[in-house]
């Protein structure tokens, strides 16, 4: 059994649609006292921290019989040197699609897979990587962004935009994995699931 280290709606999706057995067990992380300078390294110590946090917490709670997986996912959003998390509010969305717009940036996730009790290859075996794909975004006009922060998507997603809603109608196109943008990578998945 996969167990999804993560809140994320998408990234639940993602595993539903691929007929990906998990369940979700949300880390309660302090992601804000992560640190480190190269964003592809913060990405995947957060993913790291997630799935450790939700494996040491099932290893108490679950019988010695129990097979699991964690998989833990970050994601977050390089533009022009920056890194852009979730906006804060309407207005830093805002702020940050005037500069996006018709620009590239690199959606990148982190990925840790804990193979704990027996699951799969190991006991205890972590996978770690970090995938980037570059995101080209088209040129919004002023009232375009600014309907678009209205609906609030914005506010829930790395980057400030989700591609599988609204926010893919502001994407012209994408450079590497599709469902990384969204969450996290299931062709990196697939390759661990099944080596």
Known sequence: ?????????????????????????????????????????????????KAEAVDQALQVEESSAAAWGVLGCDSLLVFEGEVFGKPAD????????????????????????LRGNGLLRGNGLLELETVTTRVHFAVLSAAEIEAYVATGEPLAC???F??????????????????????????????????
């Open 162 to 195: 989700a591609l599988e809603g609204r926010g893919g109608l502001a994407v012209e196109r994408l450079e590497g994995c599709f469902s990384n943008v969204i969450g996290l990578s299931l062709p990196l998945l697939r390759r661990w699931l099944n080596p």
């Open 1 to 49: 059994m996969l167990v999804l280290a993560s809140a994320s709606p998408a990234r639940r999706r993602l595993l539903e649609q691929a007929a990906i057995p998990h369940r979700v067990r949300v880390s309660g992380v302090d992601e804000e006292a992560i640190r480190a300078s190269d964003p592809a390294v913060l990405v995947q110590l957060l993913a790291q921290a």
């Open 90 to 113: 309407q207005a830093e969305a805002i702020a940050r699609w005037r500069r996006m717009a018709g620009g590239v940036g690199e959606l990148l996730t982190g990925h840790c897979l």
């Open 158 to 160: 790395a980057g400030g």
